[in-house]
């Protein structure tokens, strides 16, 4: 069945990926559409993409400079409310208990009515791509923040001292789910995300045919929807 929106109008949105781009390519279209419909959207960049270049010259400390202010400046495109960055080593990025309750306080702090992360399991349904660990490791540490520790008082206690009370998420989106269930129409928004995606110039910049190829890729989620363009995730509305 196909879904367009939720059941109820969101105010504000929280997307938890790994690496600095990640949210352009999963769900940039879908992230500006809220942003124009006055839904407050806050990205949490759990990696500091230190480990994204095959240029021997560039320096990690230079690539986080560079990639944030790439990202941030895909913020600004997109009207996003705020970009968070959690700093972890790209690369090695693991579901620990520390990233957990990191995730856990911007979720306390944003109140998020839904949130949008990548799947947490490895999906080997695609040819050529076997799927990048951090995403996984990014995916399971959000849900986990989610449900339960966002909710639970006692869970993570030091954030009660910080002021941060529980709040329970609404609806959790999952990116590179290989069965969808709601597809967002980002015909009017693709144009402007795909400006956004440009915006990652050391991870772009160059590239050949990028935007025939997330044109065809977001056609190609539209199909089943009858839709032109669209963002496809797996929902789940939470009780
Ligand atoms: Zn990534």
């Known amino acids: ?20 781009d990640d949210a352009e390519f999963g769900c940039s279209g879908t992230a ?9 959207v806050v990205y949490v960049i759990v990696t500091d993409g230190s480990k994204g270049t095959s240029d021997r010259h560039m320096t990690p400390e230079r690539l ?9 400046a895909a913020g600004q495109i997109l009207g996003l409310k705020e970009v968070v960055f959690l700093g972890y080593p790209d690369a090695y990025l693991q579901p620990t208990l520390e990233l957990r309750r990191d995730i856990t306080r ?18 080997l349904m695609g040819a050529g791509y076997l799927g990048h660990p951090d995403h996984m490791a990014a995916g399971e540490a ?37 069965s969808p269930d709601l597809w967002i129409d980002v015909t009017d928004t693709i144009d402007i995300s795909i400006r956004a995606i440009r915006a990652h110039v050391s991870q772009v910049g160059g590239r050949e045919g990028l935007e025939a ?16 363009y669209a963002e496809s995730f797996k929902r789940f509305v939470l009780p």
């Open 142 to 178: 959000a849900l986990a923040a989610v449900y339960p520790s966002a909710r639970d008082h006692l869970t993570f206690p030091e954030l009660l001292q910080e002021g941060l009370e529980p709040h329970k998420v609404r609806e959790v989106l999952i990116i590179g789910h290989p």
């Open 106 to 123: 911007q979720i306390r702090k944003y109140r998020p009515d839904v949130l949008v992360t990548t799947n947490p399991v490895r999906n």
């Open 32 to 40: 500006v559409k809220w942003s124009r419909e006055g839904v407050e």
């Open 64 to 72: 986080v400079e560079t990639r944030n202010r790439e990202q941030l």
């Open 1 to 20: 069945m196909v879904q367009e929106q939720a059941q109820e109008p969101y105010s504000r949105a929280m997307v938890v990926v790994a690496h600095p």
């Open 213 to 228: 190829r997330m044109k065809e890729g977001r056609r190609q989620n539209g199909k089943p929807a009858g839709m032109e």
